[in-house]
C-alpha cells in the first residue's frame, strides 16, 4: 500500500476508534455550524487527492500536486471574503472548497475534477493545466511552485489605494478588498519572493496604503529539502514594515481566529501582514514522489499521525458540533461522492489540437468607452512652452516623452513605473515633466528592483490599469524575465481567456553608446522576447515612428489587453544627423495627435530594387547610410525596410515590402546565435524565392571604450555584404 492508502486507512482507523492525535481544546469565535463547513471542505480536498490518483492510475488523470496536510487553508477562506482575490498555493484546494460554498451556485468538486482530468470544460484553465482558480470565486488562477506570483501581488495590493483616488475605466476589485496570496515555506527563499516581501514593506514603511495578507504555509520542507526549524518565524517576527501572525494549521479554531485577526488589521490599517501558518505534508511532494526515499520512515510516520483531519475531529467532537461517527460519515460519504464524479469527469472533451490549445494565448478584446483627446487648454497647460516646438524637428527621446504626455492626458488609468523616472525623468531624461505634469500617483519611482518593478505594472492591470513599467537597460530585464515569461503571458493562456495582463513594459537597450557602461548597459541579445507566445515585441528606430507605435501599443493594451515590450534604442534617443554632421536629417516632427502605426505595419525607405535590406532599430539608421553609399559609389540602388514589430514577425508586410526587388540583405545588429535574422532567414527561405544574406552581430557581449561597435555591424559591413550578394547573384 503506498502513503496514501495507508493515510486513509489510519484515518479510517482512528477516527472509528476516537483515537485521536493530543491538542488542545477549541476556543475562539468560530461557530459549529462554520467549523463542520470547514471539515466538509477538508474531506472533500482529501477525497479529490486520493481520487486524482486513481485517476492517473487508470490514465485518465495527470500531473497533479496534492493538498494533504494543508485543509487546515479552509479555516482561512472561512476567515475572508469572497471579494478578496486570491492568489493560491498549489497546495491550496480546501481554500478554493471553502470559497466556493460561500459563493451560491458554485461546485467546487465539478469543476477540479474537470481539471483534474484535463477536460475541455475544465472552467479556469479550459483542460490546458491542472491549476486552482476560479473566476467566480476571485480566485486567480497559478502555475508558479517557487513563489513568482508574489511581486504581482503587491502591484493588486497597491492597486486598490490607486483605485480609489483614480478609478480606472474597467476597475474589478472593491474598495474594501484585501490581496491574499499563500505560498509554501521553501518558496520563501527565493529572489523573487524576497523581493515580494522586500517592497511591501519598503511601501508599508512609507505609509503606503498596500492592503495585502501574505500567507505561508510552513510543512517544513520543499520537495525533500528541509526547511530549519524556526527560519521562516526567525525571517518574519520583526520585519519592518509587515505585520507577523502565527497559528496552528492543524487547529482550524485557532487558525480562523488569527486569520480573521490579520484579516482585520491588513483591512483596516491597509498594511501588509504575514500569516505563518503550520502544516504537515502527507504523501509525496508530487505526482510519484515516495518520501521514504528521503525521509526516515519514523519521520513520515510522525507526520502521518499529526492528520489534519483527525485533528479536527478531535476538535469538533470536544466542542459538541459533530460525533466522531459523523464526521467518519462524512468523509466516507464525500469520499464515495468524489469517486462518482470523477467517472463523469473522465468522459467530457478534451483540447484536440493545436489550435484548441493555443485558442487563450491572445485575450479576448474588450469594450472601451470612446475617450476623446484632452482639449487645446489642458494640452497647452500641459506642455507650456514645448507646444511651440512641435513643428520644429526633435529627436527620438523628446517625441517619445511628448507621445506619453499626451496619452497619460488621454487616458487617465495610465500609470508609469520605474528606477529614477520621476523626479529625475530616467537616465536618459525621456520621462522628464512627466511628473510634474501628471503626480507621483501616475508616475511612480519604485524602489530598485525589476521583479518589483514588473510586478508592480502586472498588478495594476489586474485592476484595470494600463501600466507603463520602464526597465532601465535591457540587461536589467534578465534578472526579472520570468515576470513577463511566466506570469504575465501566461496567465490568459491557463484562464481560458478570463484574465489578462494588459500593459506596456517600456525598456531602453540595443548597442551602439559610445564608451558608456559596456555589456551591462549595452545588451544587443532580445532572444529572451521574441518567443514568449502572445508578446507583442516594437522597436522604433525613429523619433516619429517610435511616437506612432507607442500610440498603437496603448491601444492593443487598452483594446485587446494584450501584453506588450517597447524596446527603444538608446543609440538614438538623441541622434540628429544621419550623413552630416548637423544636416539633423534623423529628426522628426512630432506627429498629429492620432497618428498611428499599426501593428503589422513595416516601414519602406527608398525605392529601390537591386537589393531590399530588411533590419529594424541601430540596424536601419546604419543601412540608411549605407543606402547612400552604395547607389553613390557602387550604383546599387537599395530600399531600406524597417520591421518596426519584431514578434509576431510582420510577414505579410515584410514580403510585400520586398516583392519587387532582386535580393534581400538582413541586418541584424542583435547576435548572430538567437537573433532576429535567423527567423527573416527562415521567413525568406520559405515563403521567398530571391538570393538572401545577412550582417549579424558576433556572438559576444559588447566592450566598453574605443571597440564599444567592434562586434557589431557597421555601416563598412553592411556595404561590403550588399556587394557581396549582387555579385555572387548575377
Not at 137 to 160: D, E, F, R, W
Not at 682 to 699: I, N, T
Request: with cysteine; hydrophobic share 40%.
Amino acid at each position: 500500500m503506498d502513503r496514501a492508502g495507508i493515510v486513509h486507512e489510519n484515518l479510517l482507523r482512528r477516527i472509528a476508534e476516537r483515537n485521536f492525535p493530543e491538542g488542545r481544546d477549541p476556543s475562539g469565535p468560530l461557530d459549529a455550524v462554520s467549523a463542520v463547513a470547514i471539515y466538509r471542505a477538508g474531506c472533500l480536498s482529501r477525497a479529490l487527492d486520493l481520487v486524482s490518483r486513481s485517476m492517473q492510475r487508470a490514465g485518465q488523470g495527470y500531473y497533479t500536486i496534492g493538498s494533504s496536510g494543508h485543509e487546515g487553508m479552509a479555516a482561512v477562506a472561512a476567515a475572508l471574503k469572497p471579494i478578496d482575490p486570491a492568489f493560491l498555493h498549489y497546495r491550496d484546494a480546501a481554500f478554493q472548497i471553502a470559497r466556493a460554498a460561500q459563493v451560491p451556485g458554485q461546485s467546487a468538486a465539478w469543476d477540479m475534477l474537470l481539471s483534474f482530468a484535463a477536460s475541455s470544460e475544465d472552467p479556469i484553465s479550459g483542460g490546458r493545466h491542472k491549476v486552482l482558480g476560479s473566476k467566480a470565486l476571485n480566485i486567480v488562477p497559478q502555475t508558479s511552485t517557487i513563489a513568482s506570483h508574489l511581486p504581482k501581488t503587491v502591484g493588486v495590493a497597491y492597486s486598490l489605494g490607486l483605485a480609489r483616488r483614480h478609478p480606472p475605466e474597467h476597475r474589478v476589485l472593491q474598495d474594501e478588498a484585501i490581496v491574499v496570496c499563500s505560498f509554501g515555506d521553501a518558496s520563501v527563499n527565493h529572489s523573487t519572493a524576497q523581493g515580494a516581501f522586500n517592497a511591501a514593506g519598503w511601501t508599508s514603511y512609507q505609509s503606503v496604503p498596500l492592503p495585502l495578507l501574505f500567507v505561508c504555509e510552513d510543512n517544513g520542507i520543499g520537495i525533500s529539502t528541509k526547511t530549519p526549524k524556526g527560519w521562516i518565524a526567525a525571517g518574519f517576527m520583526n520585519r519592518p514594515g509587515l505585520k507577523y501572525f502565527a497559528c496552528d494549521g492543524l487547529d482550524i479554531y485557532e487558525t480562523f481566529e488569527v486569520t480573521a485577526r490579520a484579516a482585520a488589521y491588513v483591512r483596516s490599517r491597509r498594511k501588509p501582514a504575514f500569516l505563518h501558518i503550520r502544516t504537515v505534508r502527507l504523501y509525496g511532494h508530487a505526482g510519484a514522489d515516495v518520501p521514504t526515499a528521503y525521509l526516515g520512515r519514523k519521520e513520515v510516520e510522525a507526520e502521518e499521525a499529526n492528520d489534519p483531519l483527525l485533528h479536527t475531529a478531535r476538535l469538533l467532537d470536544r466542542a459538541g458540533a459533530l460525533p466522531p461517527q459523523r464526521a467518519l460519515s462524512i468523509y466516507r460519504e464525500t469520499y464515495a461522492r468524489a469517486s462518482r464524479i470523477s467517472e463523469e469527469a473522465t468522459t467530457r472533451p478534451r483540447l484536440k489540437n493545436a489550435a484548441d490549445v493555443m485558442a487563450s494565448i491572445i485575450p479576448p478584446k474588450r469594450q472601451c468607452r470612446l475617450v476623446n483627446g484632452p482639449s487645446v487648454e489642458t494640452r497647452r497647460s500641459a506642455f507650456e512652452s514645448e507646444l511651440q516646438s512641435m513643428d520644429e524637428p526633435q529627436p527620438m527621446a523628446r517625441l517619445i516623452s511628448w507621445a506619453l504626455t499626451d496619452l497619460m492626458l488621454q487616458h487617465r488609468e495610465i500609470v508609469l513605473m520605474g528606477e529614477d523616472i520621476g523626479r529625475k525623468g530616467g537616465v536618459y531624461g525621456v520621462t522628464k515633466k512627466l511628473r510634474d505634469r501628471f503626480g507621483p500617483d501616475r508616475v511612480i519611482d519604485t524602489l530598485l528592483d525589476e521583479q518589483s518593478i514588473l510586478g508592480l505594472g502586472i498588478g495594476l492591470a489586474h485592476n484595470g490599469f494600463i501600466a507603463i513599467p520602464e526597465i532601465q537597460f535591457l540587461a536589467y530585464l534578465h534578472n526579472a524575465e520570468d515576470q513577463i515569461r511566466g506570469e504575465a503571458a501566461t496567465l490568459p493562456f491557463f484562464s481560458d481567456g478570463q484574465y489578462a495582463n494588459p500593459m506596456v513594459v517600456r525598456i531602453a537597450g540595443l548597442g551602439y553608446q559610445r564608451g558608456f557602461g559596456g555589456h551591462f548597459h549595452n545588451d544587443n541579445s532580445v532572444s529572451v522576447l521574441r518567443d514568449v507566445p502572445g508578446l507583442i515585441l516594437a522597436c522604433p528606430s525613429t523619433g516619429a515612428a517610435a511616437a506612432m507605435m507607442l500610440r498603437e501599443c496603448v491601444r492593443l493594451a487598452r483594446e485587446e489587453q494584450r501584453l506588450i515590450v517597447f524596446l527603444e534604442p538608446i543609440a538614438l534617443y538623441a541622434t540628429r544627423d544621419l550623413h552630416d554632421e548637423k544636416d539633423g536629417l534623423w529628426m522628426d516632427r512630432y506627429p498629429l495627435p492620432g497618428e498611428t502605426i499599426r501593428l503589422g505595419d513595416v516601414g519602406v525607405h527608398g525605392s529601390g530594387t537591386d537589393i531590399a535590406i530588411v533590419t529594424y532599430g541601430n540596424g536601419h539608421y546604419l543601412s540608411r547610410q549605407a543606402a547612400k553609399v552604395l547607389l553613390e559609389q557602387h550604383g546599387i540602388d537599395v530600399r531600406v525596410v524597417d520591421m518596426q514589430w519584431l514578434a509576431p514577425l510582420p510577414e505579410t508586410g515584410l514580403l510585400d515590402a520586398v516583392a519587387d526587388c532582386e535580393r534581400v540583405l538582413i541586418v541584424d545588429e542583435c547576435r548572430r546565435t538567437g537573433g532576429q535574422a535567423e527567423a527573416l532567414m527562415a521567413l525568406f527561405a520559405e515563403r521567398g524565392q530571391k538570393p538572401f544574406a545577412r550582417v549579424a552581430a558576433e556572438d559576444s557581449f559588447i566592450a566598453t571604450g574605443p571597440a564599444y561597435a567592434a562586434t557589431l555591424p557597421s555601416v563598412e559591413g553592411i556595404v561590403a555584404a550588399a556587394r557581396d550578394l549582387r555579385r555572387q547573384n548575377r
